[in-house]
Structures are given as structure tokens and as C-alpha cells.
């Protein structure tokens, strides 16, 4: 409660400006903030009834412990969960470590070569030669090669990193915040959730919830977990309330800027349903390194039915009976939350 204060307090300076900022649930799930704002804190009462939306409200998805987060000794990239990342993944593992370590080796044979056979005892007399046209030639030509051989992948692939999403993709709006994220659906209504680390056993007050082995790893767990639907594509857009941030998947191969003021871009489908680990990377104060991302990729009907869950709306499906008659009072608040936030 305090934090949330705080954060109105601070909210008051800027007249008009972001009024309904996510300021809130900043340190806790419990939810203090009914009093407050007409937030539609999206802790919807439907998903105590179904098994599949049980752990906050999110989908439960086993998580795989070699897939979507860090493993120890693994060296190079995380494995890939969608096409940009595997085209990148085969970029990085096919072509630049193969060629780094081949010239790598070659100038350090080259190196151990002059050292034996033009060292002083070996060869007294040093040779006077200060040209040679034909190495010249060589030495410019190859490395240009080089180079245009890693420029032609690495241009599509960089189109395809930032490729604007298809019409049919679903927006997911990432939003930074010191030290937390917070994520709105517009195409679902608009509705938003509120993601914070889950602290470890021995850290939090009393009653409030800890890590288990269940939510992830250390550091990386998050009690409100960010799902996505599998096969579908995603808009990602970012941006952030107070200094610049960054969202980072590396099993997404996204790390995308979110910067105060402004919004940025990407797009990429989940093609394997998990649980995924990532971290806000851009530094951003104290707490910098405790606003995990958590995500979770299911399969689309049961992403409909969390959205509806939380109070949102599925574009295109008939408004189901029971859950959706919940939703209107929920959405309402939501969709002026999502307009007033602006960008
Ligand atoms: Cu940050």
C-alpha cells in the first residue's frame, strides 16, 4: 500500500498524464487496490471453477527444465521455440561459429608460423619485400567474401526479426515499470495483469506467497504469468512508465526496448507449447535484475477461456453464456484503463 502511494502520489505531478498507470499491485498479489480506481485488478472469479486456469488465474502448463530457461553448462543459445529464433539459432551455430573459429585458427597458425621459421636463429638476414600484389589482392578479396557470405543471411534475417505482424495476430502490450511488468491485451478487450517476481521462501512476509519449485526458477518465477496462444502470431508491443526498460525471451529470441513515451515493435509466433523464462535487459535501477518475464504458450482454446477468464473478450467467438456475463462490468473499466495509459 505504501508503494501504491507513492505511485499515485508521483502520478498527481503529471497532470492528466497517464493517470490510470498500473501503479497499484506493485509488491504484492494480494489485492489491496479493490478500494481504489476502478483498476479491474483482473482476478476474475471464474477461474476458481476451472482446473486448467488454477494457478493465478493461469493456465497450468508443467514446465520442461531444459526448454525456456537456463540449464547449467549449457553453452550457446537457449533452444528455439519459434522460426526467427531457429533461423537465427542455425545463423549463430552453422555459419558465425564456424566461421570465427576458422579464422581464428588461421591467424593463430599464421602467428605460430612467423614465430618459428622468421625468428632471429632461423633466418639471420631479414627479407627487404614491401609488396606483393598478388597477397594484397587475396587478403582484400577474401575478407570481403566473408563478409558478403554472412551479410546475405544476416539481411533477411533481420527483416524477418522486425517483420510487422499479420492482421490476425494478437497484440500483447508490454509495459516496464520500476521494478515490475505489466501486460494489456487490446485485441481481448484490453484487460491487463500485473507480473512480480516471486521471492524466495526465507524472503517474503508472513502470508504473503512464495517461489515453489512449480512457478520456475529462482529470480525467474512470476506470480502472474503472461500467456500466449501457440501457432497464432503475436504483436508485441513495448513501452514503459518511468525509465527505459527491455522485454527479453531469449527462447523467443525477442529482447525489445521499452522506453517511456514511446512503442515499440516486433512480431513472433510460439510454435511449442511450455512455460518460457526471460528478464527485463536494459538496466533500470535497483531493482533491475527482479522483474522476471514469465510465459505462458497454450493452445488457442485454452488461452480463449483464460482471456474470458480475466474479464476479457475472444474476437470473432459468440459471447458464451456463463463467463461472458461477468465480463461487461469488468471490460468497461479495463478498455478506459487501456485509452487513458495512451501510447
Ligand atoms: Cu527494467
Not at 201 to 216: L, N, S
Request: hydrophobic residues 45%.
Amino acid at each position: 500500500m505504501l508503494a501504491a502511494g507513492l505511485m499515485l502520489g508521483s502520478v498527481a505531478q503529471l497532470p492528466g498524464a497517464q493517470a490510470q498507470t498500473p501503479a497499484a499491485p506493485a509488491q504484492s498479489t494480494a489485492q489491496p487496490t479493490a478500494a481504489q480506481a476502478p483498476q479491474a485488478t483482473p482476478q476474475a472469479a471464474p477461474a476458481a471453477t476451472d482446473p486448467l486456469l488454477a494457478v493465478d488465474g493461469g493456465p497450468a502448463v508443467a514446465i520442461d527444465p531444459k526448454i525456456g530457461q537456463p540449464v547449467d553448462g549449457r553453452i550457446g543459445t537457449q533452444p528455439q521455440v519459434t522460426p526467427t529464433g531457429e533461423r537465427a539459432a542455425w545463423m549463430h551455430d552453422y555459419l558465425l561459429v564456424p566461421v570465427i573459429t576458422a579464422i581464428s585458427l588461421f591467424v593463430l597458425g599464421l602467428l605460430v608460423w612467423v614465430m618459428l621459421r622468421y625468428r632471429r636463429a632461423a633466418n639471420p638476414v631479414a627479407s627487404k619485400t614491401s609488396h606483393n600484389t598478388l597477397i594484397e589482392v587475396i587478403w582484400t578479396l577474401v575478407p570481403v567474401i566473408i563478409l558478403v557470405v554472412i551479410a546475405v543471411p544476416s539481411i533477411g534475417l533481420l527483416q524477418a526479426q522486425f517483420k510487422p505482424a499479420p492482421r490476425e495476430a494478437i497484440t500483447l502490450k508490454a509495459i516496464g515499470n520500476q521494478w515490475y511488468w505489466s501486460y494489456q491485451y487490446p485485441d481481448n478487450g484490453g484487460f491487463e495483469i500485473t507480473s512480480n517476481l516471486l521471492k524466495e521462501p526465507g524472503a517474503v512476509a508472513a502470508g504473503e506467497r512464495a517461489r515453489t519449485d512449480a512457478d520456475g526458477p529462482p529470480l525467474l518465477a512470476t506470480d502472474n504469468r503472461v500467456v500466449l496462444p501457440v501457432g497464432v502470431p503475436i504483436r508485441l508491443l513495448t513501452t514503459a512508465n518511468d525509465v527505459i526498460h527491455a522485454w527479453a525471451m531469449p527462447a523467443f529470441w525477442v529482447k525489445l526496448d521499452a522506453i517511456p513515451g514511446r512503442v515499440n515493435e516486433t512480431s513472433f509466433t510460439i510454435k511449442k507449447p511450455g512455460v518460457y523464462f526471460g528478464q527485463c535487459s536494459e538496466l533500470c535501477g535497483a531493482r533491475h535484475g527482479y522483474m522476471p518475464i514469465t510465459v505462458v504458450a497454450v493452445d488457442k482454446p485454452t488461452f480463449d477461456r483464460w482471456v474470458v477468464a480475466k474479464g476479457g473478450s475472444v474476437k470473432g467467438a459468440a459471447p458464451a453464456a456463463a463467463p461472458a456475463a461477468a465480463a461487461p462490468a469488468a471490460a468497461a473499466p479495463a478498455a478506459t484503463t487501456a485509452s487513458a495509459t495512451g501510447n
